[in-house]
């Protein structure tokens, strides 16, 4: 069983920054590719970003290109989103989720857990 805990989300003011944690625990952390991705009350859940099981390769939306930053630390079953030069268009529930692909996706349906979010709100 593999379960996933976010943290660090917050009511920020545009231009802040934030660092969101996800704690992963269960067998073989090191073998999942990770993702973060977001949603706001209406719209779809929507990629973040990704990192490969070694921590080697990273994608990024478009979006939050930039700005966001994606790591992992096998060692503490941890993988983090540090968040810089936050705006209004950022608010939205966090969601970290582990995939099992050999490759790294964008996509939701081919993660296989999710966390329970955390939400970021972005004033203006």
């Known amino acids: 069983q593999v379960q996933l805990v976010e943290s660090g989300g917050g009511l920020v003011q545009a231009g802040d920054s934030l660092r969101l944690s996800c704690a992963v625990s269960g067998r073989a952390f090191s073998r999942y590719n990770m993702g973060w991705f977001r949603q706001s009350p209406g719209k779809e859940r929507e990629f973040v970003a990704a990192?490969?099981?070694?921590?080697?390769?990273?994608y990024y939306a478009d979006s939050v290109k930039g700005r966001f930053t994606i790591s992992r630390d096998n060692a503490k079953n941890t993988v983090y989103l540090q968040m810089t030069t936050l705006k209004p268009e950022d608010t939205a529930n966090y969601y970290c989720?582990?995939?099992?692909?050999?490759?790294?996706?964008?996509?939701?349906?081919?993660?296989?857990?999710w966390g329970q979010g955390t939400q970021v709100t972005v004033s203006s």
């Open positions: 989720a582990a995939s099992q692909s050999l490759r790294v996706s964008q996509l939701p349906g081919e993660y296989d857990y």
């Open positions: 990192v490969s099981w070694s921590g080697g390769r990273t």
